[in-house]
Structures are given as C-alpha cells and as structure tokens.
C-alpha cells in the first residue's frame, strides 16, 4: 500500500521559516515526481512546488524566492523549506507523488496545517 506522511506544519510568526517532511513508500519514491500543494480555507487547491526523479525543480512564481523543494532518496523523503512566510501562506499543505508514464499514478498526502500569524 502506497503512503505519503507529512509532518512539520505548525504556527509560525510572519517572517519565520518552517520545513515540511513527506516520506513515500519505497516503491515508488524513486520513480515519481514529489509535489507540494496547499490549499486555503476557500481557495482551491495550488501547486506549490515539484521536483522530479531527476532533480529538476520547479516552484510557483508565490513564493519563489522564499520556498525550496528538495528530496533525499535515500530517506524517500521530499522536503518543503519555507522561509520569511506570509500571512497568505496560511493553508493546509499536501505531498503528492505522480508519475505520468507507465506506470502512471496520482498518490495524495493526508495534509498537514501550515498558519502564519501577522
């Protein structure tokens, strides 16, 4: 069975910095390109940020500049680095893993609450 398990939302100040952590199943870890998304209370969901097997990143033009993906291989683990955070990034943040080639799939985190207080 596939998971993804995030951790290290929380309540930040504006201006500070937290690290979100998705660890996957092996299985598929190595084979997917890991995601963030968040979502804000009436708001549809948003890409934040991907890395795909290879490395190569890509992140929302919202938080370019203070948001850094990562993801260590050998832990099977994708990481969210937030920095000088805003209130408007206040959401609940979900890990994702796709692949889009054979075999392709789409696998969803359970969430995990990010408030940034003013």
């Known amino acids: 069975q596939v998971q993804l398990v995030e951790s290290g939302g929380g309540l930040v100040q504006a201006g500070g910095s937290l690290r979100l952590s998705c660890a996957a199943s092996?299985?598929?870890?190595?084979?997917?390109?890991m995601g963030w998304y968040r979502q804000a209370p009436g708001k549809q969901r948003e890409l934040v940020a991907t890395?795909?097997?290879?490395?190569?990143?890509s992140i929302a033009d919202s938080v370019k500049g203070r948001f850094t993906i990562s993801r260590d291989n050998a832990k099977n683990t994708v990481y969210l680095q937030m920095n000088s955070l805003k209130p408007e990034d206040t959401a609940v943040y979900y890990c994702?893993?796709?692949?889009?080639?054979?075999?392709?799939?789409?696998?969803w985190g359970q969430g995990t609450q990010v408030t940034v207080s003013s």
């Open positions: 994702n893993a796709q692949r889009v080639s054979l075999p392709v799939y789409h696998y």
């Open positions: 092996r299985i598929i870890f190595s084979i997917s390109t």
């Open positions: 890395i795909t097997s290879g490395g190569s990143t």
